[in-house]
């Protein structure tokens, strides 16, 4: 045989051989690939836009549609506000899709209406005594604190109710007749659970006035900030939210907020 030949049928059966292993190769890791593709078969990448549902509480509901054993296959990819207002993007198959679809909307509806009762009591230590006809649950929020404060008798100042689906002010008279501002401003969770994220007392100046009867009335020389701070609780439940002093006197304004079912 030509021994050029030789050497070309050789050639010709090595290259053979290699793409016999090669295609060996290929249909060996053929089911690997199209699992590791089927992996992904299904899932679906979609953003919610939200109106009033804060992104945080619309991760809880995500997760709580995902299946237990989901995996990777149901994840919020990313969630936040932007220009067009708060979403929250989520990868999941179409089943899945369609319980946070449901759960969202049934959330994410026009924000609920809530009602409070603010109430302003004055506490020292001049003798002893409770206010009387207090509402059961402001009663009760009451008698659970007292014997954390430095107080032995409390009296009704005044009272305020306020209607809002997020943020409200009201007007209350303090001691001596001077008034005190309230703000309050909220967020509603799931089911009854409610988020005050801020709440503010402020006692704000007043120049020296004169009765109706004709005598002097005291003012309020400077503003003063009372109180600033923020809180959970649910509604038919009554909160103390704290006590202030006003113009470092003996006395303390003690402020209660019931969310009314």
Known sequence: MNPYAHRTLSRTLLRAAALGLALTWAALAAPALAQGEAAEVGLQS???PLRSLRPLVAEVL?????????????????????????????????????????VLAQHDSVPTTRRFH??????????????????????????????????????????????????????????????????LSFENRLGDELYVDAFRLRAPSVPPRRGEGGEDRPGRSHPQQLLVTSFSMTVGETVVVGTSKLDGGGEALVTLVTAVP
Not at 72 to 92: F, K, L, M, N, W
């Open 118 to 183: 603010i109430l302003l009591l004055v506490a020292d230590s001049n003798g002893t005594g409770m206010p009387e006809g207090l509402p059961p649950g402001a009663a009760k929020a009451l008698e659970d604190l007292r014997g954390f404060l430095p107080y032995t008798r409390y009296g009704v100042v005044d009272f305020a109710w306020v209607q809002t689906a997020d943020d409200a002010e009201a007007a209350l008279t303090g001691p001596d007749g001077l008034p005190i501002e309230v703000g």
């Open 46 to 48: 979609r953003v919610y």
């Open 62 to 102: 995500v997760w709580e549609q995902c299946p237990k054993d989901a995996g990777d296959r149901c994840r919020v990819t990313h969630s936040g506000i932007s220009e067009a207002g708060p979403y929250i993007g989520v990868v999941a198959d179409v089943p899945t899709h369609a319980r946070i679809a449901r």
